[in-house]
């Protein structure tokens, strides 16, 4: 199996730790950066969001390639068989579980992750597994926030499998303060709303998000954690409403 990374960057902070991972894994890659490099593996792009690094990555994805793995820069990888193996298996997408150690976001990923074991919400754009034959087909990717969600919503809508591996994840970090998950679950529920807007994913996921502002009160069970949880994802389904169609790429906290 043929694989190719494409790393998404930001900036250039944490260019070298990563191409130091992946070539120790042995993969081949190409580093899509917000900031100018004196480096042949690294492409230089304006950041203006990561649906638009995925598009203009197209064009330096080797044609023998037949697995491209999307890769935050950000992220330490455990376990890549494990996605290997579900792509072997058949499925055509694999996104995988995100570690994060400390801070809200701890909380709301157990969450989040019992929820997709059962239906296909939302994807962990960190680390996904897609075969190169599908990614033609889903490129290019509309302006979007959650790029992607956008991806795994357009792999249902053409009938392929997608699979959620929690034997392999990617340790990072993320907010760490709960304030600052107000302003996270803000832009992510935007373009998770954005996505369906571009997609025709199964009715489950329709229909969860059509309930989702009625039900995200329920999580000011969860203390103070839960009140920016729930503020977010209302504040995030109004910007919606409202005619947001923004794609930046806005990081939270120095995340690439």
Known sequence: MRVFFVVLARNAS????????????GFPYVVVCGERMQRSDVIFREPLG??????FALNSIPSNAEVIALNDVDTKITNLDAAFDAIKDGASLVFVRVNVEKGPQKSFYSNLDAL??????????????????????????????????LVLFKTLQLGERAVFCEQCYVTTVRTMLPKEEENYKR?????????????????????????????SPLLL????????WTK???????????????GSWTPLGGKN
Do not use: W
């Not at 990561?50 to 598009?55: C, F, G």
């Not at 290019?140 to 969600?149: M, R, V």
């Not at 977010?232 to 923004?246: M, P």
């Open 221 to 228: 069970i969860r203390g103070k954690k839960g009140y920016y």
């Open 50 to 55: 990561k649906y638009d690094a995925i598009n």
């Open 116 to 149: 997709r074991k059962m239906i296909p919400i939302a994807a962990s754009g960190e680390l996904m597994l897609i075969r190169y034959e599908l990614l033609k087909r889903i490129l290019p990717l509309e302006k979007c926030k959650a790029e992607d969600s």
């Open 14 to 25: 944490l260019v070298e730790e990563k191409t130091h991972e992946l070539n120790d894994l």
């Open 187 to 215: 832009r992510t529920t935007a373009g998770i709303y954005q996505a369906l807007s571009m997609s025709r994913p199964p009715p489950l996921v329709i229909l969860f998000y059509k309930v989702l502002p009625l039900l």
């Open 232 to 246: 977010g994802i209302l504040l995030g389904y109004f910007d919606f409403v409202r005619g947001d169609k923004s």
